[in-house]
Each structure stands twice: as structure tokens, then as C-alpha cells.
């Protein structure tokens, strides 16, 4: 991949199935540096088709120079509740603000189907993810927390 450049086109795009590796591969390289995959991580991501699309979530890649290098999902809760998982983008294009065009694609999607909550789970030690999150308008609220092991912390926006 060529140097990122500041400036450079990224495009968001809609995920398509053959997007699924690429959605593995940029969640697991994340998962694995910090954490350890979980059993709800294999299910979405060995099959996000099933996992979210088809129970009416939206799943998000970000192309840069003709590779996709990040992602994000939005999982149906139900009517007017959705959370925001599986972001990622791949080390060799931080700083690109990214994650912040993703989070903004997947805040924009949840609003116009009608959603008035948008949640995400997440863990402390992830400083950068949680910076975002914060400047994206998340604000924390308590929660027990049951899904994931490392979640050690729940953020949500009003929408």
C-alpha cells in the first residue's frame, strides 16, 4: 500500500458479501492485539451476512487507494435502538480520520432509519477508540455489561 497521505480520497462505502474477509481480518487484527476473540465475535464476524445484515443491521467499509482498511457495523437492537460495533481500521492508515468518516456514516445511517439510540460497548484502555467516541458525542453511561468480557465500558448517543 502507498504511503497514506492527508488529503487523499477515502471513500465509505456499503458492504457487499465479498466484503466479509476483509470485515474478518480488520476486527480479528484488532481483537487479537488487545484483547482475545470471544464467541460472539466469531459469529458476526464468520458471518456478518446472517449475523447483521439479515437481521437488519448495516455494515460499513472504507476504501483508500483501492483497499478497504476499515470498517464498522450497525447492529439492530430493534425499532429505534441500534449499536455501533466492529470498528476498525488498519495501522497503516491512522490518523486519516477514518473512524471518525466511519462513525459518522453509521450515525447518519442509524438516524435516517429512525433510530433514537445508538450504543456502543468498548473497553477503557482503548483511549484513541474512546477519544472518537466522545468527540463523535458519545457520553458514558453505566451499565453491567454482559456481552463481551473486555467490555468495560458502554457510551451512548441521543440521536
Given amino acids: 500500500m502507498p504511503t497514506p497521505t492527508p ?6 462505502i456499503d458492504y457487499v458479501p465479498a466484503h466479509a474477509p476483509a470485515f474478518k481480518a480488520l476486527n480479528q487484527a484488532w481483537i487479537e492485539r488487545y484483547f482475545e476473540m470471544e464467541e460472539l465475535d466469531h459469529q458476526s464476524l464468520g458471518d ?6 439479515a437481521r437488519g443491521g448495516h455494515i460499513f467499509m472504507a476504501d483508500y487507494q483501492g483497499e478497504l482498511v476499515g470498517t464498522c457495523a450497525l447492529l439492530k437492537v430493534d425499532h429505534t435502538t441500534y449499536e ?3 470498528m476498525a481500521v488498519t495501522d497503516k492508515v491512522q490518523g486519516l ?4 468518516r466511519l462513525g459518522e456514516a453509521a450515525i447518519r445511517t ?3 432509519l429512525g433510530a433514537r439510540t445508538l450504543f456502543l460497548l468498548s473497553n477503557r484502555k482503548l483511549e484513541t477508540a474512546l477519544h472518537l ?12 455489561l454482559r456481552e463481551y468480557k473486555r467490555a468495560d465500558i ?3 448517543l441521543a440521536l
Avoid: H, S
Fill in 84 to 86: 455501533l460495533a466492529k
Fill in 154 to 156: 458502554k457510551m451512548v
Fill in 48 to 53: 456478518p451476512d446472517g449475523y447483521i445484515i
Fill in 133 to 144: 467516541y466522545r468527540n463523535l458525542g458519545f457520553q458514558e453511561v453505566p451499565d453491567e
Fill in 7 to 12: 488529503g487523499a480520497p477515502v471513500t465509505i
Fill in 97 to 100: 480520520k477514518i473512524g471518525r
Fill in 110 to 112: 442509524a438516524r435516517g
